[in-house]
């Protein structure tokens, strides 16, 4: 069976074609990531976007569709969800503009799909404050194109998603001539040849037979470790930590997912409020909302029996998941307790219900913060600068929209301040502030830890006045200089600077000021160029990273001290990853 005289894309063709690029791209994460251009370990582009297109497929896996309206819409919404990193929400706008074409046609062909594909561009564009050429943004702009000159009104789906893979082929050989560093790295663009992967996998899908390509992806995906693989034996329990004799002392963890059902209720006019009442009777630490006739919950409960009889007179469950709570307090080893909604709120509506019932007896306060951070220095720093949420993330691990707006979930507020603390982090933030309805959410463009912690102390817990408040956060941040020492996992000439791998690097944004063999050498001219370019500031603080030597630490802090009488330092543990110190000067 194959699809390669087919002119119509339907949903399931669609599903298909998704579920081979999401492999295609799997195959070929490290070829992506290897793209990097910067010597500081940040190659994970290919991560970011598998990671993003995975979401859409785990979507349409987890809900039946019917038709290709249903299929884009709730593939979309799965990438929009699981977004992360700059290359991987580029791509989920990429496929949120192709969506808002043909959610409108029962099949499309090739004129609505080049129609779909250059809306894409446009919303790709869209999502980027200053557009920047030779990326992934001239990749999709260029193979459009090039399939608009080279594919007739009435092609097979074959012949127009070659030719789009062709185009961004020809493209992407061309971005090191539209982007100097690319150039100069002697490399092509990293996100272009992620959207290239995807699609060669369309192509694929559209091409091969159905069986071959389900035998080519069975062997090879299963060589390509991912983050969901480290996953597949975590069900497994321990029976022996709860025994006969034992106490149920902590209740179950109960997750339902559910479809609501015409012939049981009204969908239309379902109460959600009156589930949630129901919930906050029968248990605690509540989760819930409501996209369409889907409903997912969350509820801490000793009577689970009662939750699912109660839910099944609505409609009928695609899964159930159950746990023992006892066992988790029992283990001494075990982590804290993870509510997994990514499986599900991937498919829900940006305008459903993101509110959670758990905090709903707290008073509401005008402002809640949330910040990105790694570290337990860091980690503590920012709790007690007054964050009420953090979220884990940093260099190479960019949390997705879906686990900032599960942060917006716990901060009771109208107005949620987010601080990404990473560049690579901010559109995932802005992008799950578009999506979250149930506060005003703001993203201040901290571009690493060290600014994020000059932001918090600019933050005045007893003003009412937002705009007074987001003034005072953006004028300290932008009177502020940062940067950061790290190791260089690769060698080359960078901004005239020879670096060698395996070298101590200090750099500033994508600048890199120096590089040595020692540690404290790289630091004190990193520190050196930063006080100099700072004028009169009178602070510098260091951040010390979490493989620091405390030896180098204290010789540093001395040095740097005594070469700058006036200016005031202080090292704190930033315990972070990555970063062996992380400078800021204000």
């Given amino acids: 069976m194959n699809y390669k005289n087919e002119t119509r894309l339907n949903g399931e063709i669609y599903g298909w074609m998704l579920r081979c690029a999401e492999l295609e791209l799997k195959i070929h994460i490290k070829d992506v990531n290897d793209l990097n251009v910067f010597p500081v370990p940040d190659g994970d582009t290919g991560d970011n976007m598998w990671k993003t297109i995975n979401g859409g497929v785990r979507a349409l896996q987890t809900c039946k569709t019917e038709g290709l309206p249903d299929a884009v819409v709730t593939s979309s919404k799965g990438m929009l969800m699981e977004a992360r990193g700059n290359s991987g929400v580029i791509l989920s706008q990429f496929f949120k503009g192709i969506t808002d ?4 046609y029962d099949t499309a062909g090739a004129e609505q799909l080049i129609e779909a594909i250059k809306n894409g561009v446009r919303h790709s564009y869209a999502s980027v404050l200053n557009p920047t050429e030779g ?45 100097p560093v690319l150039k100069q790295a002697g490399v092509i663009d990293s996100g272009g040849a992620g959207l290239y992967y995807i699609a060669a996998g369309f192509a694929r899908a559209l091409n091969d037979e159905v069986e071959r390509t389900n035998e080519v992806y069975g062997t090879q995906a ?13 069900d497994s329990v321990n029976i022996d930590l709860f025994t006969a004799d034992d106490v149920m002392d902590y209740g179950y963890c109960t997750e339902l997912l559910i479809r609501l059902q015409n012939s049981k209720t009204d969908v239309a006019s379902f109460d959600d409020e009156a589930i949630k009442k129901y919930l906050s ?6 989760v819930y909302f409501r996209s369409d006739s889907l409903v997912k919950l969350h509820v801490h409960t000793f009577h689970p029996e009662k ?32 509510i997994e909604l990514a499986s599900v709120n991937q498919n ?31 980690s503590e720093i920012f709790k007690t600068m007054g964050c009420d949420a953090l979220v884990a993330g940093g260099q190479s691990l960019n949390p997705s929209a879906q686990d900032f707006i599960d942060s917006f979930k716990t901060v009771n507020a109208n107005h949620i301040i987010v601080f990404p603390n990473n560049k690579n982090i901010i559109m995932a933030a802005r992008q799950a502030a578009e999506l979250y309805t149930n506060a005003v959410v703001h993203v201040i463009e901290t571009s690493d830890p060290g600014l994020g912690y000059v932001g918090l102390s600019a933050v005045y817990p007893d003003e009412t ?21 790290s190791t260089a996992v690769k060698s080359g000439s960078f901004d005239g600077i020879e670096v060698t791998e395996g070298d101590y690097i200090g750099f500033v944004g994508k600048k890199i000021i120096s590089s040595r063999r020692d540690v404290i050498d790289a630091a004190m001219l990193l520190s050196d160029h930063l006080l100099g370019s700072s004028g009169t500031s009178s602070v510098l603080t260091c951040f010390c990273g979490r493989d620091s030597d405390p030896a180098d630490n204290a010789s540093l802090e001395k040095i740097i001290s005594e070469k700058y009488p006036d200016t005031e330092v202080f090292f704190a543990a930033g315990g972070q990853d990555v970063y062996s110190y992380i400078f800021v000067v204000d």
């Fill in 101 to 104: 074409v043909l959610s409108g």
């Fill in 465 to 485: 006045d937002i705009d007074v408040i987001i003034s005072a956060i953006n004028e300290a941040v932008s009177l502020s200089c940062s940067g950061a020492v």
């Fill in 307 to 338: 939750i699912l009889d109660y839910m099944h007179s609505f409609g009928e469950f695609l899964k159930v998941k159950i746990e023992n709570m006892t066992l988790e307090h029992t283990d001494k080893n075990s982590s804290e307790e993870l």
């Fill in 348 to 378: 829900s509506a940006p305008e459903a219900d993101f509110s959670s019932a758990s905090n709903s007896n707290t008073e509401r306060k005008y402002f809640g913060i949330v910040a990105v951070c790694t570290g337990e220095g860091f």
């Fill in 135 to 179: 990326t992934i943004l001239t990749v999709a702009r260029e193979s459009a194109e090039h399939a608009e000159k080279n594919v007739k009104k009435d092609a097979t789906l074959s012949e127009l998603f070659t030719q789009l893979m062709i185009g961004m082929k020809n493209s992407l050989k061309r971005t090191p001539e539209l982007l």
């Fill in 281 to 286: 009777g029968e248990g605690d630490s509540i």
């Fill in 222 to 234: 299963k060589t390509v470790d991912s983050p969901d693989d480290h996953n597949i034996h975590s």
